[in-house]
DNA sequence: TAGATTGTTAATCGATTAACAATC
DNA sequence: TAGATTGTTAATCGATTAACAATC
C-alpha cells in the first residue's frame, strides 16, 4: 500500500485494465494474472503488478487475480462504482450518436441532457432526450449537480461552451471538438479528435 | 538534426501541435513562440523546442517559428502533406456520424468505402457512400492498396473485423470498439472509447 | 510438497526541465 | 545595438524492467 500521491500515467492505464478485466468477467472467467492480462492489453506483466500493488494488495502468489475481486477494487478506486450524470453539449450527429450508444451505463456513465445553441435542434429529440437550449445549460447543470460533461460543438463553439460548463460547476469533459481548451485548474479535459489519432499513426507508415 | 528513432511519445505530440499552428494559420497568424504554442496546448515551452528540434532546426532566434513553414514540415514529418484514403468498417451510428464528419480533408484523410455485414445496412448510404457487404472488404481494400481504417463494428465483431483489415493489408486503425484488439507488429491501432476516457477523470472528481 | 505468481526492491532506461550560449 | 527566442547541453526527475524472496 501507498499513500502518496498516484502519477496520473498509472491512472490512465486502469481503465484499460477494468475494460479487459470486465470483458474477462463475462465471459465467465474468474481468475487472471498480470502476464494473461498483460497480453491482452499489451503491457509488461511487471508494470501491471506494479500499477496494481499502489493500491492494495489484491492479488495472490500462485494463482493470480480474482477477477471479480479485481474489479470491485479497480471501479472503487476509478469512483466508477457508482453512475455520474452525463450532460451532453452539442447535439450534431457525433451528439446523436453518443446519445444513442448503449455502452455507457456499465461502464459509470449516464447521459442525462443534452443541449445545443442551434434554434432547429432545440426540441427536437436525441436519443431519448429532448434536446434543451444553451440558454438554459449552466442554471440546469447546476441544479442537477452534474459534473461530467462531452463536448460535441464545433471547433469554433468548444471555447465558449466549456466555459459555461466550468461555470456551471462541471469538472471533468470529454471534448471531441478538435481545439485544445482552455479550462479552470481544477477541470479536467480529455481530447477525442479521430484526425488527431489518425496522424500519430501516420508517421510509421 | 538528429537520425536517431524518434520516441513515440514525441511523435504523439506533433499532432497536437499541427492542430494548433493550423488554427493559427487559418486566423491569419503568421508567427509563434515555443512559449505560445506552449501556453495554448498545455505543454512546456522547452518541451516543444526539444520535440520540434529533433527534425531540424525550423525556427529563428528572437522570432520564434514561421507558422506556415512549420505547418509544411510538420505535415511531411507525419506524412499528412497528402491524402490518405481510409476504410469505414461498421455502418451503426458512429459510423455514419465519422461518414459525414467534414472534419478529415483537411487533416489528411478522406473516407472512400464503407462496409457493414448487417445484410439490412448493405446498399444503404452512409454520407456520400453505399454501404458494401464485409464479404468483399478484404478483396476491395487490397485492390484500393487502403493502408488505413476506423473500426466502429460492435465489440463483439471488432477482432475478427481487425484480422481481415490486417489481412488486406491495413497498416493504421482507429478502433471505437471498447476492446484491446490483437493485431500483427506492422499494424498500429489508435483506442478511442469515450468511456475509458472518462474513467481517466472520475478518479479525480 | 512443488509449482506458480505476487509484491517489491534495485537497476536501468527514458523523458522533462532548467539554463544559457548563439544568433536573429 | 538591445531584446527576444531558439537549439542544445547537462542535471533532474520519473517510469519501466528485471529479479527474486515471500507465500499461496
Redesign the interface.
Known sequence: MNAERIPDII??R???Y???LQ?MAEKGVQTTSSQELGE???ISAAQIRKDISQFGEFGKQGTGYHIPFLLDKLRA????DRI?D?ALVGA???G???A??Q??SN???QIVMVFDNDPSKVGQMAGNFKVENTDVMVERIRAAGV??A?LTVP?AAAQEAADLLAKAGV??I?NYA???LNVPPDV?V?H??????????????
Chains 1, 2 share one sequence.
Open positions: 491512472i490512465g486502469l481503465p484499460v477494468l475494460r479487459a470483458r491482452r492489453v499489451g478506486i476509478l469512483k466508477v455520474w452525463v450534431g450527429d457525433m446523436h450518436a453518443l444513442r450508444y455502452g455507457f461502464r459509470g456513465f459534473k461530467v462531452m471547433a469538472k471533468a470529454l478538435p481545439i485544445s479536467r480529455q477525442i479528435d479521430p484526425a488527431t489519432h489518425l496522424q500519430r499513426m501516420t508517421y510509421y507508415l
